[in-house]
């Protein structure tokens, strides 16, 4: 699996193409996206491609309580993408009793398959590490009148 990023934030290579802010790529770990693993299927290029879209597509989804999409809330831990083109997404919520739990992976699912070339998406709501108002992007602080 190519491993796009690790918690708790995106690949450095995630941070550099959605110029994410520092707040969020100080704790990002390098991508194997400009280097795929031997054998890989997915070239850089289109890992890049799948990348970029993958991101923009996560950010159309909100916490409805929130003004601030869930990538910028730093809420997706992982993303990796075998060779198969099949996506394992690892996202947690602000909250563990969080009203749209049970909804909220299903629209990451479904903003994650909708991008070209995604075979199949899964989503894991996972709770550790706690999330907390220091993973959020400076965007998001910003907007949440946080900083």
Not at 133 to 144: D, F, H, I, K, N
Request: hydrophobic share 40%; charged share 25%.
């Amino acid at each position: 699996m190519n491993d796009m990023s690790e918690d708790p934030k995106l690949s450095e290579h995630i941070a550099d193409r959605a110029e994410l802010p520092d707040a969020c790529a100080e704790t990002v770990q390098s991508a194997q996206a400009s280097a795929p693993e031997p054998g890989s299927s997915i070239g850089p290029e289109e890992l890049e491609r799948l990348t970029n879209d993958m991101i923009t597509a996560i950010k159309s989804v909100y916490d409805p309580e929130i003004p601030v999409d869930i990538y910028e809330l730093g809420l997706i831990y992982k993303i990796d993408v075998d060779d198969d083109r099949n996506v394992e997404v690892d996202m947690t919520l602000t909250a563990p009793g969080c009203p749209v739990a049970g909804e909220m992976p299903i629209w990451v699912e479904n903003a994650v398959a909708s991008v070209e070339g995604i075979a199949h998406v899964k989503v894991n709501l996972v709770f550790d590490p706690p999330w907390d108002p220091g993973r959020m992007s400076e965007e998001a602080q910003v907007a949440l009148n946080m900083f």
